[in-house]
Each structure stands twice: as structure tokens, then as C-alpha cells.
């Protein structure tokens, strides 16, 4: 009995240190900036919290995968966010630099850091409070504290206690889902566990069929049908080769499944889906009603 109370004892002490260690990583990532008036960003979570708070004249230049909205087509590019070149930065002369936490490559970090440009790395937690915790970041160094709680107070916080009273019913969590991001050849590549995908599975409130395995992983046709998914989630816009959303649905390996004889088929913009910015919570509620008006 002591051996186990220690060991508890021993886990929350573990589990209230590295709350204390992430408060401090974030908070000092989250500190008013002392210059915004030319930002570049590297991602696209954060460029839409930025459009969000009606701040876009002050990005100098985004990377490739900031997309939404349409306006950002015509800011300039830094290229993918994982290969970026402090060339390509510093050629836009930025005052900062926000970057979502697989910014790199990190020697181009480092090099942006020794210059002493204000390089912040923004934290990631894939869930909804996740996503109000890193619009309240961007918030902090923009200076638009009470800007980011009015959109959060009246705009996100009813979405999220929407979804979560769907998710606290029962039969939806027994819901078995499969998250297919693009097909390797005839085979669907899906969502394993640590992944976005798995993330946004876990967010509506159902199952990962494949959360046993790690990471994107391509499957076979004996696996989906073995675990017969009741709802198969797709993103709408290509993320990778060979992606066409229609291509996928018509694919007779979802014939013999629950999902394919049913037609249960959630389609959604990909980075609205996978992205974990704002409009990752209107995908989850619209999601999770699909599913509840099912069981219903």
C-alpha cells in the first residue's frame, strides 16, 4: 500500500512539475513583442488567428502552408515551414518571427536566433483549449489581450461546450472512425496514433480505428474491413500526391464497410481539419453533429 501511494505520489509530483516547466516555455514564447509592424509566419494555425484578429497588414511574408484565407496568396512566400532558408527571412526584413512548433529546420532557428531577430515558437496542444491557449499566445504578443478574449468569450467557447456535450454522449465514442489523408497507390495512408488526425478523432469524441499504430501509416484492404469503420473523415483539398477526395470515396476498398455501404463520408478542408487553428473547432462540431444526428 505505501509503494503505491509513493508511486502516485511520484506520478502528480512528475505531472506538476512539467505543468510549471510548460507554463514557463509558454509564457515567455507569449510576451508582448516589442516590434509587430512586419511579422512573418510559419504556419498556417497561426496566420488564421492572425486574419482573425484583423492584424494581416502587419505579416510581411507567410510560409506555403498558410492558405486560408484566400487573401494570403497575396502576401509573399517563405517557402514550407519545415525548410525554411534565413535568406528567404531576412530578404522581408521582419521585426518577428512566429512560428509553429515544426518550424525548421532548427539550424535555421538557431541562425535566426543569433541575429537577434524575436523568433517565438508557438506551443501546440492538439485539442480545443489547445487552440484557445495559442490564439491567447498570439494575443499576449500582439498586444490584443482583450481583442482575443471577446473572440473566444463570444465566438469559440459556445462551439466547444457544443462539442463537448455531444461528446459526452456514450454511443458516440463507441463510434469507430478512420481519418484517410491521401492513397499510396490503391492503399489509403490513415491516421495512426500521435498524429493530427488522431488528434482531431479524439476531438469530436470518437474512436481511431488504427490508434494502435504510430504515426501515417499505409493499410491494407483486410484491415479496413477487419475494423469496419462506421465513419471515414476526408480532407477536401490535396495534401499530398495522389489525394482526389472523389477518387477516394469511389474506391471500392470502403465497399464492404459500414462507412462505404452507408455513405458515411465527412469531407472538410484539410488544413481546417488537421491545421489546430481556429476553424479546427468548426470542423469538429460539424463532424461530431454529423455523427450524433446518426446515432439519433
Known sequence: ?????????????????NKIMYSQVNNLNCKKANKISRIVVAGGSITEIIYLLNQEDKIAALDVTSVYPKKTKEKTSIGYV?????????????????????????????QLQELSLDVRVINEIQTAEGIVEKIRCIGEIMNLKNECEIIITQKLYPKIEELNKIKSNKKVE??????????????????????????????????NIYESIEGWQTVSEESIINYNPD????????????????NIISNPIF?????????????DDGMAILGFGPRTINSALKAAKIINSDIE
Open 1 to 17: 500500500m505505501k509503494i503505491k501511494m509513493a508511486l502516485i505520489l511520484y506520478l502528480l509530483s512528475n505531472i506538476f512539475i
Open 82 to 110: 519545415r525548410n525554411l532558408s534565413t535568406e528567404g527571412i531576412l530578404s522581408v526584413s521582419p521585426d518577428l518571427i512566429l512560428g509553429e512548433d515544426d518550424m525548421g529546420p532548427p539550424s535555421i532557428i538557431k
Open 174 to 207: 463507441k463510434k469507430k472512425i478512420m481519418l484517410v489523408l491521401s492513397m499510396n497507390g490503391s492503399s489509403p495512408i490513415v491516421a495512426g496514433a500521435n498524429t493530427s488526425g488522431d488528434s482531431f478523432i479524439k476531438m469530436i469524441g470518437g474512436k
Open 231 to 246: 465513419f471515414i473523415i476526408l480532407p477536401q483539398k490535396e495534401l499530398h500526391k495522389n489525394s482526389n477526395v472523389n
Open 255 to 267: 465497399s464492404n464497410t459500414i462507412a462505404g455501404k452507408e455513405n458515411n463520408f465527412i469531407l
